[in-house]
Nanobody, 121 residues
Framework: QVQLVESGGGLVQAGGSLRLSCTASGTFFSVNAMGWYRQAPGKEREFVASSTSGGTTNILDSVKDRFTISRDNGKNTVYLQMTSLKPEDTAVYYC???????????????WGQGTQVTVSA
């Protein structure tokens, strides 16, 4: 079984910073793409950032100047560094990972439980 455990959320004032972490644990062959999504109250879940195991990243245009995604493949961990936070960044942030559980099988997608980020004005 694969689990994604997120941490690092919290309450911060506008202009502040947070770093989210997500670690994949369990029994699997490899972790491939990892990324972050967020869901604000009353809104659809949206893509924020992703990183392949080779380091290719993709970031939502509206946060590109403020958020950075990185990962430590040895720890099966992905990070989201968020700076200059704005109240509109308030949301539950979810980690998603494409995991190859068994070598000769396709990747399976897993989600974390979510971590709350609240930015006060």
């Amino acid at each position: 079984q694969v689990q994604l455990v997120e941490s690092g959320g919290g309450l911060v004032q506008a202009g502040g910073s947070l770093r989210l972490s997500c670690t994949a644990s369990g029994t699997f062959f490899s972790v491939n793409a990892m990324g972050w999504y967020r869901q604000a109250p009353g809104k659809e879940r949206e893509f924020v950032a992703s990183s392949t195991s080779g380091g290719t990243t993709n970031i939502l245009d509206s946060v590109k100047d403020r958020f950075t995604i990185s990962r430590d493949n040895g720890k099966n961990t992905v990070y989201l560094q968020m700076t200059s936070l704005k109240p509109e960044d308030t949301a539950v942030y979810y980690c998603k990972a494409a995991v190859r559980v068994v070598l000769h099988e396709k990747n399976q997608e897993y989600w974390g439980q979510g971590t709350q980020v609240t930015v006060s004005a």
